[in-house]
């Protein structure tokens, strides 16, 4: 069983940047690919980001967020820069077998974090 807690969400200004953090329990943290999906108002959760070894992205943000992992400390990061209005979503952090897009490849899911960036 994996917990995950995510954090470090607030309100930004275009432009800005932010860093999420997302804190796991449980154990062999480094066997699991760990993945952030965001989900904005009346839209689907979509995926954002995923790495086990190396790092995969959408489109959307390749270029301005990275995300990386501490398995020392069982976290996993996504920096966010350039940030844009569209970006407003609330980000949630997973864990599971494959750094992949699908949301089925995913066990483990944390509660969700707000971002909101006003233009």
């Known amino acids: 069983q994996v917990q995950l807690v995510e954090s470090g969400g607030g309100s930004v200004q275009a432009g800005g940047s932010l860093r999420l953090s997302c804190a796991a329990s449980?154990?062999?943290?480094?066997?699991?690919?760990m993945g952030w999906f965001r989900q904005a108002p009346g839209k689907e959760r979509e995926f954002v980001a995923a790495r086990l070894g190396s790092a995969v992205y959408a489109d959307s943000v390749k270029g301005r967020f990275t995300i990386s992992r501490d398995n020392a400390k069982n976290t996993v990061y996504l920096q966010m820069n350039s940030l844009k209005p569209e970006d407003t979503a609330v980000y949630y952090c997973a864990a599971g077998s494959v750094a992949g897009t699908l949301q089925s490849w995913y066990d483990y899911w944390g509660h969700g974090t707000q971002v909101t960036v006003s233009s």
């Open positions: 449980g154990r062999s943290f480094n066997s699991y690919a």
